[in-house]
C-alpha cells in the first residue's frame, strides 16, 4: 500500500466499504454515528447543495462558471469541517473564503437595477436552478446550526445564499429576462 501525499485529499480504491450498512458512518475523527446523527443530515444538505451547483454549472460560463468552480470546491472543505465534531484549529473554512463571497456579491450586485420588492424565482434557466440552489442552500444552512457545527460554516452558507440570489438576478439580467417581482395579494 502506498502512502498520500500530504496535499491528497483522500485515496478512494473501494467505493462500497460495507461500513455503513447498519445505519451508520464515521465522523471526520472516525468517531461512529447514526446516519441521522445532525451532523451527517447537514452533510447531505450540503452535498446536495453542491450538487444543484454542479448543475447549474452546466448552463453557466464567464464569471458566473468561475465563480462556481471555486464555491463547490469550498463546499466540500465546508463539509469536511461539518464531520469535526468540534470548533477545533484547522478547520478549512476561513474568513478569507467568506470575505471572497462578499466581494463576488458585491461585484455581481453592483450592475443590476435596486430592488423594490422581493424577486420571484423563475427566468432563464441558469437563474431557475440558482433560485432552487438558493432555497437548498437555506435549508443546509438550518441543518447546520442544530448540527451545531463550526459559526464559520454558518456564515458561509448565509453569504452564499446571498450570492446565489444576487447571481441569479445576474443570470436574467444577462439574457434579457424581465424579473418578476412579487405583488402582494395578487
Not at 491528497?8 to 447514526?34: H, N, W
Not at 448565509?158 to 402582494?184: C, M, V
Amino acid at each position: 500500500m502506498t502512502s498520500r501525499r500530504r496535499d491528497e485529499p483522500v485515496r478512494l480504491t473501494k467505493i462500497y466499504t460495507r461500513g455503513g450498512d447498519a445505519g451508520q458512518t464515521s465522523l471526520g475523527d472516525g468517531t461512529r454515528v447514526s446516519k441521522l446523527d445532525p451532523r451527517v443530515v447537514a452533510n447531505g444538505e450540503v452535498d446536495e447543495l453542491n450538487s444543484l451547483l454542479g448543475w447549474a454549472a452546466v448552463v453557466a460560463d464567464g464569471a458566473i462558471g468561475e465563480t462556481f468552480a471555486r464555491v463547490e470546491n469550498e463546499l466540500f472543505d465546508l463539509g469536511a469541517d461539518i464531520t469535526v465534531p468540534t470548533d477545533e484549529a484547522g478547520l478549512r473554512v476561513t474568513q478569507g473564503q467568506i470575505d471572497r463571497l462578499e466581494a463576488d456579491c458585491d461585484r455581481f450586485n453592483e450592475p443590476l437595477s435596486e430592488l423594490k420588492s422581493f424577486v420571484l424565482p423563475g427566468g432563464t434557466e441558469l437563474a431557475a436552478r440558482l433560485f432552487v440552489a438558493r432555497a437548498v442552500c437555506r435549508r443546509a444552512e438550518r441543518a447546520v446550526l442544530a448540527a451545531e457545527a463550526s459559526s464559520l460554516v454558518c456564515v458561509y452558507l448565509n453569504r452564499l445564499s446571498d450570492l446565489l440570489f444576487i447571481l441569479a438576478r445576474a443570470a436574467n439580467a444577462a439574457a434579457g429576462e424581465p424579473e418578476t417581482l412579487w405583488k402582494p395579494g395578487k
